[in-house]
């Protein structure tokens, strides 16, 4: 099983951005699933989180950013909208997922660079 990201990239200030994250492989279920981010020098904090219906959002980002969940496809989305120069990190994707056993799964990340 692995996480596959995409979406990812440069835009300006005040500029959007969705990111995808797909489970590949056979699960028995997704428990839920979470957008993390890192900046540089920083340790890493979750951006968003989805599980059954409710989300969660950092206080930094509520009102700009929004998770959504295609459960057929096991696929979690992160729109990202009015983007700040602070929002830039490497965006990972982050899974709990049940195979028989629960497990905690981290996609490869993706860089989002957001201009002044």
């Known amino acids: 099983v692995q996480l596959l990201e995409s979406g990812g990239g440069f835009v300006q200030a005040g500029g959007s951005l969705r990111l995808s994250c797909t489970v590949i492989?056979?699960?028995?279920?997704?428990?839920?699933m979470a957008w993390y981010r890192q900046a540089p020098g920083k340790q890493r904090e979750l951006v968003a989180a989805v599980r059954e219906n409710s989300t969660e959002y950092d206080d930094s980002v509520k009102g700009r950013f929004t998770i959504s969940k295609d459960n057929a496809e096991n696929t979690v989305y992160l729109q990202m909208d009015r983007l700040k120069p602070e929002d830039t990190a490497v965006y990972y994707c982050?899974?709990?997922?049940?195979?028989?056993?629960?497990?905690?799964?981290w996609g490869q990340g993706t860089q989002v660079t957001v201009s002044s």
């Open positions: 982050n899974a709990d997922l049940y195979l028989g056993f629960t497990g905690d799964y």
């Open positions: 492989g056979s699960v028995f279920r997704v428990n839920g």
